[in-house]
């Protein structure tokens, strides 16, 4: 199957919380979208491995993804190396993405930077013709996304490119509830994490409403770009 995007994340949840509302918009103009989770976030403090691949697969359904996988590597420890670099090359050159969405350059997390890395160099290296890959034993032609843009995580960046997506807000905050072990939850009982707060929880509507009420608009979301984005038109721009 090809897919229009492709949005990989280090961990679960990482996509619902910073993308969402782009992929359910897309989705719903009848585009192809599929997610890839880098871990199974094992090393998170509320939950488990098991709990987050069943909160990850309905949280999927929601958005409407064709296709959610996981990569398994090592919550916390994987490298941007050949290893895991070429682990991802087989995803993309499966999938033949138009556009990627990868986690934030930098962040509180360091899992969210160094995803960041690892898909992206994925991205020009699955490109290369002299990279063999194979699925299923068949071997795999080269394949390099036309775009990778980065979404915004726990820090504030300031973005390239915001995109409208009013009228979606709630199909977000739906794909992020998905995830009930890891959110505000009055009647959870685990220890408390910066992103259990209520506070956490209300700052995605309102990241959200900030960026729209900047274009204009009711909701938005930003991504920062890895190069100069191009238009047509002036015209084209809102």
């Known amino acids: 199957m090809k897919l229009d995007i492709l949005a990989i994340g280090a961990h679960p949840d990482d996509i619902e919380l910073s993308c969402a ?4 918009k897309e989705h719903a ?12 976030g094992e090393l998170g403090t509320r939950g488990t491995p ?19 996988e996981n990569l398994g590597f090592a919550d916390g ?26 986690n934030a350059v930098k962040d509180r997390h360091p899992d969210h930077g ?23 034993g068949e071997p795999q032609e080269a394949w390099r996304p036309k775009h990778v843009y980065h979404y915004i995580q726990w820090q504030d960046m300031d973005p390239d490119i915001v995109v409208d997506i009013s009228g979606f807000i709630d199909k ?10 890891q959110f505000f939850d009055p009647n959870n009982k685990e220890p408390s994490t910066p992103i259990s707060s209520n506070n956490f929880f209300e700052s995605i509507r309102y990241r959200a409403a900030n960026l729209g009420r900047l274009i204009g608009t009711d909701h938005a979301e930003g991504f920062m770009t ?3 984005p191009a238009v047509e038109s002036i015209f084209d721009l809102i």
């Open 226 to 228: 890895e190069r100069y």
């Open 114 to 136: 160094r995803g960041s890395s690892v898909a992206s160099i994925s991205c020009f290296l699955s490109g290369l013709r002299k990279i063999e890959t194979s699925f299923k």
């Open 21 to 24: 509302g782009v992929l359910a």
């Open 172 to 181: 977000k905050i739906d794909s992020v509830k998905a995830y009930n072990s």
């Open 50 to 68: 098991e709990i987050r691949d069943l909160e990850a697969s309905d949280a999927g359904k929601i958005l409407g993804a064709q296709v959610r």
């Open 29 to 40: 103009a009848g585009k192809k979208i599929g997610i890839l989770d880098l871990t199974r």
């Open 77 to 102: 420890f994987f490298l941007n190396d050949r290893e895991h670099q070429l682990k991802i090359i087989e995803v993309i050159r499966k999938y033949r993405p138009e556009i990627v969405f990868c």
